[in-house]
């Protein structure tokens, strides 16, 4: 049907190569194509092609590939191999990050936290997302699909607005109960807060460890001083000119990719384990795994807390990271709910490896595409200001000028992204609901299915890795 | 359990009360709940407080004229979401899928109608021909005559109101039917959940291509309306149109120059505050509405489309083997579901004063909840719904503050769907 379709084919004609060694190709052979496109983008765009603006750019293109990705892989738990509609994802994502946050802020802080170290921070906020996870779904999924996904869509704005709310801004747990046993009280009052739109400052968070290799005072490195680690690497790319900032966030990227690895591995064992055939029956067809004697309420809810707590640690982060957080945050937008399943619908759910792949292609196509695009066609075109208002950018067209509708695009590239986005998700459900990746099937039994001769029967016993097949 | 026997004792036979708690728990924990907020209610207009030892437990202090305005700015509300959320329910129950993009239909209804509001009241004071861009885009450009330059309310420009208002049918319903021959008539046949995730890729395009045309500021649009006062003056009863009347009046006496018609009815002594105030914004939207809501039942009711309409949503295979033309239904059903949401978004803008892109995907969620506590798929019960959203959102600023409120909305929706999935009109369809 389309060339992705002839791609899938080709590789399945390799069939002796393992199956794990030609996703790896298919993933690499993806990333390199757009590298191989940005590197181009970076050369004609304005800053000019340097081996500089070429890392710091691809350094972007792989960091927002790699969050995505991560997302995707947690949703591909629920909506792929559970056919789980949530669309609260943005919610539990602030879970983890405000649970995380909460814990590791310092009492001095402001708003104050607890003040406990990282790993506890990033525990708690996984265990937090996993648990409010828990709360959503111990009722919710008994509803049908579209009720659910309008229970966790509201969940995440009830999340949204309550983090928002001045009410929680700073308060004082136990602060009423002062209850003392031989003088000591049992319950003491413990100042936290969620600084509502003022936001936290999160001191010690994720990037902290990268930036030590490099830094001796890692939290302000103008302060301290290169480590000898950080002294090598840094003058050598600095040297090469590289920027020291993209070089601590290339190094956060691989971070990244290292909790990518992780994820996919852990959704492969998942889905391969006899958990997973019972998560994929109920995908399939829920009454039927119930009259196998499956507890489906139980594997659901088990499931759905995975998921949360992978989205609060993707939250943890993506945002966390940063070294502040607000309710307004894009991270958190309902909005980012949506480009996350963009992104699996692309790469197509069910599929651990689409799930990469949608994510890649979601975060430099339609993420990062546009804005180079608009970039590159504003410096090629010397479109000059853009009009300040749709009228203004409208009236020269009659007059056969569509120069200021073009500034007023590329000023507003943005918006015309979000269009963008719709119209592909429209474009998607018409033409290809199973996404890149998501008709391949997968062998569902635990036994290697390869009969005397050596041949592996491949339709017997394989269950459909995703809407099914065309 | 005690709960809910404590709200049961006035029903008189305990045992009744305790069948109720075994057979259907959650039925009496909502009653018991219910009972409790009632209960508190009244407590609080007593201003009689319950403590059980440092805690206050129930009551309050609320002003009886505090409690009316929040009853009738629920009705304003909850009449503008139960009109949007009719074309929801209806697209459920006919198209069988959750329309994710019904609010940017809302939306643009509003911008397309207050587009034409504006351009009329441009050329009644005479600024039409220099700021037709400005004027259309309702202000998106940046220099312009103001809201107040152009002052538009129900009273002084009447016209203006009511060609948008029709527009904002109009082009809605245009829109809809265009969305649907390119969105979701290629895909009758496919499953609900994949008509959802398409109507949030309409709902994308749709909200930022307005954003893109009319820009992302919130505008300001009318000039503030006429407003009718009931008031308290010093133990009668008095209609004003302007609180300083009121307040004149409660210290000196009745004004000469001022509007101001005491009501006969008793003396309540001493008696003086500012008891409810209705603007005629207010009043417009909840005429019109309920004009609406009419004229719906009676084309429901009483028509032949209705009757297909009802036929088509009960059982559609059934509908089109009695020769019912469902794809006319289907198209029927974009009509009145769109032209409705177009008019809600225009009245809703007209209530608020205010208008931005966002407006029908905010209240995407809390129409959303009203259909599906009224039962998604049933009209009346779409407007119930409304009412009880729209009151509960309201009322409940008694208990929480404000910025919880609309997380208020949203919390009783889930508990609705726990409880009870089929909502309130739950099993109807359509009728």
């Known amino acids: 049907m389309s060339a992705a379709d002839t791609l899938a084919d080709r590789f399945d004609r390799f069939e002796d190569t393992p199956r794990w060694l030609l996703d790896v190709g298919l993933i690499a052979a993806t990333m390199g194509s757009i590298y191989l496109l940005f590197t181009i983008f970076t050369f004609v765009g304005p800053a000019g092609g340097t081996f500089g603006t070429v890392v710091a750019n691809l350094q972007t293109i792989t960091f927002w590939t790699a969050l995505y990705a991560m997302m995707v892989l947690a949703l591909n738990l629920h909506w792929g191999y559970t056919g789980l509609f949530n669309i609260g994802v943005a919610g539990f994502m602030a879970i983890g990050v405000y649970a995380f946050a909460v814990l590791t802020v310092p009492p001095t802080g402001s708003p104050p936290g607890l003040g406990l170290p990282l790993w506890v921070g990033i525990i708690g906020g996984m265990l937090a997302a996993a648990l409010v996870g828990a709360v959503t779904a111990l009722p919710a999924l008994r509803l049908r699909a579209d009720y ?60 902290i460890p990268v930036k030590s290799i490099f830094y001796t005072n890692p939290s302000n490195p103008a302060a301290g001083e290169r480590t000898a680690v950080g002294e090598v690497v840094l003058g050598a790319f600095v040297n090469a000119g590289v920027r020291e900032t993209v070089v601590v966030s290339l190094a956060y990227t691989l971070l990244l990719i290292g909790v990518v690895a992780l994820f996919y591995w852990l959704l492969v064992r998942v889905g391969n384990s006899p958990f997973g055939r019972v998560l994929k029956a109920i995908r399939e067809d829920e009454l039927v795994a119930n009259s196998l004697g499956k507890d489906t309420r139980m594997f659901k809810i088990k499931v759905f807390m995975l998921g949360c707590a992978l989205m609060g640690l993707g939250g943890i982060l993506w945002e966390a990271q940063r070294g502040f957080t607000d309710p307004t945050s894009t991270t958190f937008r309902p909005i980012q709910t949506f480009y996350i399943f963009v992104a699996l619908i692309i790469g197509g759910a069910g599929s651990n490896t689409g799930s990469v792949l ?101 339709d017997a016993a394989a269950a459909d890795g995703g809407e099914g097949d065309e | 359990m005690t709960n809910a026997c404590m709200s049961g004792v006035d029903t008189g036979s305990l045992a009744s ?83 994710f993009a019904h609010g940017d239909y809302i939306t643009s209804g509003a911008f397309a109608g207050w587009a034409v509001a504006w351009l009329i009241a441009g050329f009644n004071t005479g600024n039409l021909s220099d700021n037709v861009g400005y004027l259309a885009l309702v202000g998106g450009a940046p220099e312009g005559p103001s809201s107040s330059d152009l002052g538009i309310n129900v009273l002084g420009t009447p016209l203006a109101i009511l060609a948008g208002l ?8 245009a829109l809809a039917l265009v969305l649907d021959r390119v969105v979701y ?71 000469a120059d001022a509007f101001y018609v005491e009501l006969p009815v008793v003396d309540l002594g001493a008696y003086s505050a500012e008891i409810i105030s209705v603007t005629s914004v207010e009043v417009t939207l909840v005429v019109t509405s309920l004009l609406l809501m009419y004229g719906l039942h009676l084309l429901l009711q009483r028509t032949k489309l209705g009757t297909a309409m009802r ?26 579901g769109g032209g409705l949401a177009g008019a809600s978004g225009f009245l809703l803008a007209l209530e608020r004063g205010t208008l931005s892109f966002n407006l029908g995907w905010v209240l995407l969620l809390l129409i959303f909840a009203a259909v599906i506590l009224g039962g998604i798929g049933s009209v009346y019960g779409a407007i119930v719904g409304g009412v009880l959203i729209g009151l509960t959102s309201s009322v409940s600023l008694v208990w929480i503050p404000s910025s919880l409120s609309t997380a208020a909305a949203f919390a009783i929706m889930i508990f609705v769907l726990l409880l009870k999935p089929d909502g309130l009109f739950g099993g109807v369809r359509t009728a």
């Not at chain 1, 109960?177 to 999160?202: K, S």
């Not at chain 1, 009659?398 to 429209?426: K, S, T």
């Not at chain 2, 029709?166 to 319903?173: L, S, Y």
């Open chain 2, 311 to 336: 036929a088509t949503a009960d059982n559609q295979d059934l509908a089109r083997v009695t020769g019912i033309p469902t794809e006319r239904v289907v198209r029927a059903t974009w009509v009145v």
């Open chain 1, 148 to 207: 659910l996904a309008i229970v966790t869509v509201a969940l995440s704005e009830i999340i949204r607005l309550t983090l928002l709310s001045t009410k929680f801004e700073s308060f004082t747990l136990f602060a009423n109960l002062d209850y003392e046993v031989r003088g000591v009280e049992i319950l003491p009052d413990v100042a936290l807060g969620t600084g509502a739109g003022r936001g936290m400052n999160i001191p010690v968070n994720p990037s």
């Open chain 2, 17 to 99: 009360v305790r069948s109720v708690v075994v057979e259907r728990p959650k039925l009496a924990l909502v009653g018991a709940l219910g009972g409790l907020v009632v209960l508190d209610l009244l407590f609080r207009l007593a201003g009689f407080r319950l403590f059980v030892g440092p805690v206050g437990l129930l009551g309050g202090e609320l002003a009886f004229e505090r409690l009316l305005t929040l009853l009738w700015d629920g009705i304003v509300v909850g009449l503008g979401i139960g009109l949007a959320g009719i074309g929801l329910s209806m697209t459920y129950s006919i198209l069988r899928f959750a329309n």
């Open chain 1, 358 to 458: 949608g994510g890649a292609l979601f975060a430099s196509l339609l993420f990062q595409g546009p804005l180079f695009v608009s970039r590159i066609l504003s410096h090629l075109l010397n479109l000059g200001d853009t009009p300040s208002s749709f009228a203004a950018a409208i009236g020269p067209v009659f007059a056969l000028e569509v120069g200021p509708l073009l500034a007023y695009a590329a000023g507003n590239i943005e918006e015309l992204r979000f269009v963008l986005l719709g119209v592909v998700l429209v474009y998607l459900m018409q033409n290809r609901p199973q996404g890149l990746l998501g008709h391949r099937k997968e062998v569902a039994a635990s036994v290697p299915l390869i009969d005397r001769d050596g041949n592996r029967p491949r």
């Open chain 2, 185 to 255: 008539r290629p895909m009758r046949d496919a499953e609900g959940i994949s008509l959802l995730i398409a109507s949030i890729g309409v709902a994308l395009a749709l909200r930022y291509l307005i954003n893109f045309v009319f820009g992302a500021s919130n505008r300001g649009l009318t000039a503030g309306g006429e407003r009718l006062i009931l008031g308290g003056v010093n133990g009668k009863i008095a209609l004003v149109n302007k609180r300083s009347t009121l307040i004149v009046a409660q210290n000196d006496g009745p004004p």
């Open chain 2, 166 to 173: 029709v527009v904002a049918g109009v082009a809605t319903v």
